[in-house]
């Protein structure tokens, strides 16, 4: 079983730039898709961006396309979140996520199983 501890979340001023990671322990973390989901106050849980076993395959939010980027190292066992032109409106709790079904990658909160404890993302304006 896979455990999950992200780090890297922190306070940023409009336009700034933070890169989450996702630390993963045991052996078989290549074995997972991962994804990135956020939760801000008073909202449900939204998918930010999910990527395959092999990091070849990539969905994103279209809140979030073009600024964020998702990537992973399988040799670490980390997947990461690179966020560039952070706005107010990424404000929240960011968790990753780690799903046993690579194909199609999942989208969905649901298909994931495995969460990290989240990360806080302010981005003050």
């Known amino acids: 079983q896979v455990q999950l501890v992200e780090s890297g979340g922190g306070l940023v001023h409009t336009g700034g730039s933070l890169r989450l990671s996702c630390a993963a322990s045991?052996?078989?973390?290549?074995?997972?898709?991962m994804g990135w989901f956020r939760q801000a106050p008073g909202k449900e849980r939204e998918f930010v961006a999910s990527?395959?076993?092999?990091?070849?395959?990539?969905y994103y939010a279209a809140s979030v396309k073009g600024r964020f980027t998702i990537s992973r190292d399988n040799a670490k066992g980390t997947v990461y979140l690179q966020m560039n032109s952070l706005e107010p409106e990424d404000t929240a709790v960011y968790s990753c996520?780690?799903?046993?079904?690579?194909?199609?990658?999942?989208?969905?909160?649901?298909?994931?199983?495995?969460w990290g404890q989240g990360t806080q993302v302010t981005v003050s304006s």
């Open positions: 996520a780690a799903s046993a079904r690579n194909w199609p990658v999942p989208t969905t909160a649901r298909e994931y199983n495995i």
């Open positions: 045991g052996r078989t973390f290549s074995n997972y898709a």
């Open positions: 990527l395959s076993t092999s990091g070849g395959t990539k």
